[in-house]
Each structure stands twice: as structure tokens, then as C-alpha cells.
Nanobody, 121 residues
Framework: QVHLVESGGGLVQVGGSLKLSCVAS????????MGWFRQAPGKEKEYVAA????????FYSNSVKGRFAITRFNDKNTVTLQMAALKPEDTAIYYC??????????????WGPGTQVTVSA
């Protein structure tokens, strides 16, 4: 079972940038696809981005495509999410998750505690 811890959240103004990191331990990091999800107050958790095992194929939701970039570093058991051109609707708790590489579904027991991102207008 992989253990994930996110960091890097904070308060940023509209149009600003922020970089989130997620460090994995306790499991074979390179065996998992990795993803970022977010949950805004009163809303369901939603998919943001994912990346394949090797880290050479990223995927993005339409809402963040062109503004966010996901990267993984298998030698450091780390996945990052570089966020730019932030909007108030990006405000949420951001979570990373280990994904099944076959279908990119998240493993329910892999969720980290999350990191809060707040974008002020």
C-alpha cells in the first residue's frame, strides 16, 4: 500500500501560479499511474490530471488543460502539479492518488490528506 503526502498549497491571487508536490512511500511508486484530483466546498471530488508509469504521457481535464502540468520523478517517488493562470474556480483541496495503470481508476486506500489551494479575486 502506497502512502501519499501532498504539499505546496496556499493562497494565491487570480492569474498566479502554484506548484504542488506529492511524495509517495511504502509502495512501488513506479508501478502506479498517478493522478491529481480536487474537491471544492459542497462539490464532488473531481479529476484534474494523470500521468502514466514512465511519466511521458500526461492527461488533463478540460478545465485545466493548457494551464496545469503534471510531472513525475520515479527516482524521487514524487509527482508534481504546476498550476498557472489560476482562477477562483480552482479553489479546492487538492489530492494526489495512485491509479491503476490499466484503467486509471484511483485506489481507494491511496488518497493523501490533501493540500488547500485558495485563489483570491
Amino acid at each position: 500500500q502506497v502512502h501519499l503526502v501532498e504539499s505546496g498549497g496556499g493562497l494565491v491571487q487570480v492569474g498566479g501560479s502554484l506548484k504542488l508536490s506529492c511524495v509517495a512511500s511504502g509502495g512501488a511508486f513506479s508501478n502506479y499511474a498517478m493522478g491529481w484530483f480536487r474537491q471544492a466546498p459542497g462539490k464532488e471530488k473531481e479529476y484534474v490530471a494523470a500521468i502514466n508509469l514512465r511519466g511521458d504521457t500526461p492527461f488533463y481535464s478540460n478545465s485545466v488543460k493548457g494551464r496545469f502540468a503534471i510531472t513525475r520523478f520515479n527516482d524521487k517517488n514524487t509527482v508534481t502539479l504546476q498550476m498557472a493562470a489560476l482562477k477562483p474556480e480552482d479553489t479546492a483541496i487538492y489530492y494526489c492518488a495512485a491509479l491503476d495503470p490499466k484503467d486509471y481508476s484511483p485506489f481507494d486506500d491511496s488518497w493523501g490528506p490533501g493540500t488547500q489551494v485558495t485563489v483570491s479575486a
